[in-house]
T-cell receptor, first 112, second 113 residues
Framework: EAQVTQNPRYLITVTGKKLTVTCSQNMNHEYMSWYRQDPGLGLRQIYYSMNVEVTDKGDVPEGYKVSRKEKRNFPLILESPSPNQTSLYFC???????????FGPGTRLTVT | QQQVKQSPQSLIVQKGGISIINCAYENTAFDYFPWYQQFPGKGPALLIAIRPDVSEKKEGRFTISFNKSAKQFSLHIMDSQPGDSATYFCAASIRTGTDKLIFGTGTRLQVFP
């Protein structure tokens, strides 16, 4: 089954404790992206990657890092989380001739 | 110029009625306009999309109307059903190979029996 998986689905952490949210897709897509979803603000892009070892900032990159060492994986790293990073995070991928982005199930992060 | 403005923020419709969600954009370079549907606890999923060379696209009960001169597009859900209750996001993209989507702020639709 074609899918984007994210782990963990739920995470509660404390300010300053480094964390990683993993994202993996099995569709051999070149393009992968991270979004955060906040009430009233919609989905905002954090970082994206057009292929292995090619990443770039989206609209709200501050406080986040990413890496793309393998085509299927695109982890999101918060090196020193802060309460304003409490949000719902989605990973997405797309590729080929279709512009459809496939979204993962989301990771709800709470930083206290 | 990169914004996509979406309204209304929430919408309540009776079963069988028509749901209409509107979006407006500024950047005339946008050339792909998808609508995504999101159920609670799930990620968004593509519902229907349109390119600016057509004024309307219909898939079942869902129709996108596109007005290039006004830089507006809208989603119409005919014969709305309780199962359509979800959050709907419009988006826009420039198909230069980055696949970057600019999303609207979302509309929460509730369809009551």
């Amino acid at each position: 089954e074609a899918q984007v998986t994210q782990n963990p689905r739920y995470l509660i952490t404390v300010t300053g404790k480094k964390l990683t949210v993993t994202c993996s897709q099995n569709m051999n897509h070149e393009y992968m992206s991270w979004y955060r979803q906040d009430p009233g603000l919609g989905l905002r892009q954090i970082y994206y990657s057009m292929n292995v070892e090619v990443t770039d900032k989206g609209d709200v990159p501050e406080g986040y890092k990413v890496s793309r060492k393998e085509k299927r994986n695109f982890p999101l790293i918060l090196e020193s989380p802060s309460p304003n990073q409490t949000s719902l995070y989605f990973c997405a991928s797309s590729g080929g001739l279709s512009y459809e982005q496939y979204f993962g199930p989301g990771t709800r992060l709470t930083v206290t | 110029q990169q914004q996509v403005k979406q309204s209304p923020q929430s919408l309540i419709v009776q079963k069988g009625g028509i749901s209409i969600i509107n979006c407006a954009y500024e950047n005339t370079a946008f050339d792909y306009f998808p609508w995504y549907q999101q159920f609670p606890g799930k990620g968004p999923a593509l519902l229907i999309a349109i390119r600016p060379d057509v004024s309307e696209k219909k898939e079942g009960r869902f129709t996108i109307s596109f007005n290039k001169s006004a830089k507006q597009f809208s989603l119409h859900i005919m014969d709305s059903q309780p199962g359509d209750s979800a959050t709907y996001f419009c988006a826009a993209s420039i198909r230069t190979g980055t696949d970057k989507l600019i999303f609207g702020t979302g509309t929460r639709l509730q369809v009551f029996p």
